[in-house]
């Protein structure tokens, strides 16, 4: 997979792809991240990317042309399958969507800024508008790092058999079950005993018992 990420600010992402699992896949040869300075695209000779909105009110608006230039550069070099807006007002972000865009060979995102781009960008560019939840980030650049290391320890080879993330909460619609490591025993505090037992059919059970349960208490939204 090839992630082309458009920002404002490429050396506060460059720093979260370089370490953990992001920096793994890339590593491993499974992802590519090239991030793209929007200032570069500038048409201004002081290097903005933004301009006073039509009509008057506060705050700056992403032009449409420097953005435009940039996507259709890349679209130049190869076929994009989505190209990503980061935004407030985007479909709500979620393990699904992390799934089918774990599966895309390559995708554009571009993290939004000030009020928000031109209009004409969202309406001719943009495929998809993702937002990672119900608040207002001063840029989308930390929602963009979410979306892409949802989708990026998705993809196939980049986590190991044993941390298969098929087991996460939300992959079967539940959250996870409750997790020991050793001690057995800590301040009287045991481990449950059937994950001591070595019975692999009754652990499972036990498991999935769990997973309801939590998922009954703390996320009743995701059984109804
Ligand atoms: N940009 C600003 N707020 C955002 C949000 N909640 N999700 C995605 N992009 C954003």
Known sequence: ???DILTLFPNMMAMFFDESI?????????VEVHLHDLHDYSLTRYGSVDDYPYGGAAGMVM???PLANCIEELQSQRRYDEVIYTAPDGR??????ANELSLKQNLIILCGHYKGVDERLREHFIT???????????????????????????VPGVLGDEQSALADSFQDGLVAPPEYTRPPEFRGWRVPDVLLSGNHAKIDEWRHAQ???RTRQRRPDLLA
């Open 1 to 3: 997979m090839r992630l």
């Open 22 to 30: 992001a920096k793994r896949a890339q590593v491993k040869g499974l």
């Open 63 to 65: 032009a449409v042309e």
């Open 92 to 97: 709500q972000f979620n393990q699904p969507m």
């Open 128 to 154: 998809r508008e993702i937002s990672i939840g119900d608040y207002v980030l001063s840029g989308g650049e930390l929602a963009a790092a979410v979306m892409a290391d949802a989708i990026i320890r998705l």
């Open 211 to 213: 997973a309801v349960e």
